[in-house]
């Protein structure tokens, strides 16, 4: 049983900040990769940013130097500052947590609404 719960979203304009932050609780562990991904309508969901539990960071290529994903292991937090934001970020921003090796311990939030003005 793993809960993962998002806050942070909210409107925008552009090229303003926005931070989210992810809470996961339950039975995950330190070692579980944490990340965000988005999904924006009639898109697919994808990749924005993900942090190991050593803090190896991965990033999409359309929000290298805007945004910054960060953990706090102790919390089983998962933190996505958003920088000079964009109207094309406007997305449901979802959380996920998973075991680094393993596909089927993956679990995901029920998302929160970014919306940048245009």
């Known amino acids: 049983q793993v809960q993962v719960v998002e806050s942070g979203g909210g409107l925008v304009q552009p090229g303003g900040s926005l931070g989210l932050s992810c809470a996961a609780s339950?039975?995950?562990?330190?070692?579980?990769?944490m990340g965000w991904y988005r999904q924006a309508p009639g898109k697919q969901r994808e990749l924005v940013a993900t942090?190991?539990?050593?803090?190896?960071?991965i990033y999409a290529d359309f929000v290298k130097g805007r945004f910054t994903i960060s953990r706090d292991n102790a919390k089983n937090t998962v933190y996505l500052q958003m920088n000079s934001l964009k109207p094309e970020d406007t997305a449901v921003y979802v959380c996920?947590?998973?075991?680094?090796?393993?596909?089927?311990?993956?679990?995901w939030g029920q998302g929160t609404q970014v919306t940048v003005s245009s």
């Open positions: 996920n947590v998973k075991h680094p090796l393993m596909d089927s311990l993956s679990y």
């Open positions: 942090i190991s539990s050593g803090y190896t960071t």
């Open positions: 339950g039975r995950i562990f330190r070692i579980y990769d």
